[in-house]
């Protein structure tokens, strides 16, 4: 009896540590159970201390599963960061990317000449007229330049305000097919829409800077004395003077397609102070100019369209001999000495000087200011996408 009781005893201590490891598996099922079979687990039998054999197997095999679990759910959440950081990346990527081509291509435009709104020659109107008649092939080309740089800014600073200067934009004119008044107003770069149109603005609408420049006529008049000379022709112009791109028309510029000329500001100090006070001077765009425009007796500029309707030139009479006339949208008019006349140079005009020789040049300082009727966020908009070359 002792012996079978033996051998009863020796048979069911194994079993009874299989059930327990049975049991134990089972209980692994549950967190609290999980935790407990990996701490038994690394404290005996999975710790290579406990006496097992090939029977406890699947108890092992179960044990070491449950160990296992947790690991397939951080290296998902691993795996979901890192792809999403490489999309972040990719994002920003593909954002620097598009914003430096953009850039690249408004700079290369820019340099080739695509927007253009300062004289070059000599001219009431500035200068040529970019895009305007006789300048074929600029206006798709220059009408995509000016829509790129308004994204530009519009990503920067918002649209609000820009529905006249996005249509312009749109569906600016070209050469020859720009809208106008009875075809006879045709800014060959930049048409911006629901502008009142006329080819002589009352001097009202700019009273504070008329007034300024008309008080500083004196000290304007003295500098143009400390920078003129005989105008012959037989000799290169001084310095400073633009060479004479048309028969007895010079220039000498203080602010030219935006850009100050250092040398010929400090030359004119009265101009220069006169030209700072003034609020609405076009002096950060490319469509601002400002200096002195000499015309010999019987010099003539023929009809020409300025680049653009956004702006009024102000002319203040220096030095106005007989027969001198100027002629815009059909209506004459004629300077004045020591006061403005306010001109939309995007209307076709004519200036003429019929006088003898003997009457000396017609002398007038020109000023580029704003319309009156464009609005502030639309000038910050325009002076962003007509901005001089650095």
Not at 106 to 118: D, I, N, P, Y
Not at 176 to 191: A, K, T
Not at 364 to 381: C, S, Y
């Amino acid at each position: 009896m002792k012996e079978g009781r033996g051998s009863f005893s020796v048979e069911r201590g194994p079993r009874k540590e299989r059930e327990t490891a049975q049991s134990g598996m089972w209980k692994g099922n549950s967190p609290a159970g999980s935790q407990g079979a990996a701490m038994e687990g690394t404290g005996g039998e999975l710790g290579g201390q406990g006496n097992w054999g090939p029977e406890d197997a699947p108890g092992l095999l179960a044990r070491a599963s449950l160990i296992m679990l947790p690991w397939p759910l951080p290296l998902a959440s691993s795996a979901l960061t890192l792809l999403f950081g490489a999309l972040t990346s990719l994002f920003l990527w593909y954002c620097y990317r598009l914003g430096s081509q953009d850039m690249q291509a408004l700079g290369a435009g820019s340099r080739a000449g695509g927007v253009r709104g300062g004289p070059v020659g000599c001219s009431e109107a500035g200068g040529p007229s970019p895009g305007g008649p006789g300048d074929p092939g600029e206006g798709p080309r220059t009408e995509g330049l000016v829509s790129r740089r308004l994204r530009a800014y519009a990503r920067r600073y918002s649209w609000a305000g820009m529905g006249r200067v996005r249509r312009a934009a749109q569906g600016g004119p070209g050469p020859g097919r720009g809208p106008g008044v009875l075809g006879i107003q045709r800014p060959g770069l930049l048409f911006l829409p629901d502008l009142p149109s006329a080819p002589f603005v009352p001097r009202d609408a700019q009273r504070h800077d008329v007034e300024l420049l008309e008080s500083s006529f004196p000290a304007i008049l003295r500098d143009f004395g400390a920078v003129s000379w005989d105008f012959s022709g037989t000799t290169p112009p001084p310095r400073g003077w633009s060479p004479p791109l048309a028969p007895g028309c010079y220039q000498l510029l203080l602010y030219q397609a935006g850009r100050c000329q250092p040398s010929n500001c400090r030359r004119c100090p009265g101009a220069y102070r006169a030209l700072r006070g003034l609020r609405s001077f076009m002096s950060a765009n490319t469509f601002g100019n400002a200096g002195f425009s000499v015309l010999l007796p019987g010099a003539r500029l023929e009809g020409r369209c300025g680049p653009t309707n956004a702006r009024v030139r102000c002319h203040l009479g220096l030095k106005i001999p007989p027969g001198c006339e100027l002629v815009v949208g059909g209506e004459p008019q004629c300077w004045a000495e020591g006061h403005c006349l306010l001109v939309d140079d995007s209307f076709l005009h004519t200036v003429a000087h019929n006088g003898s020789p003997e009457d000396g040049p017609r002398v007038v300082f020109i000023v580029d200011l704003w319309h009156p009727n464009v609005a502030g966020a639309e000038r910050q908009a325009l002076d962003f996408v007509f901005a001089p070359d650095p």
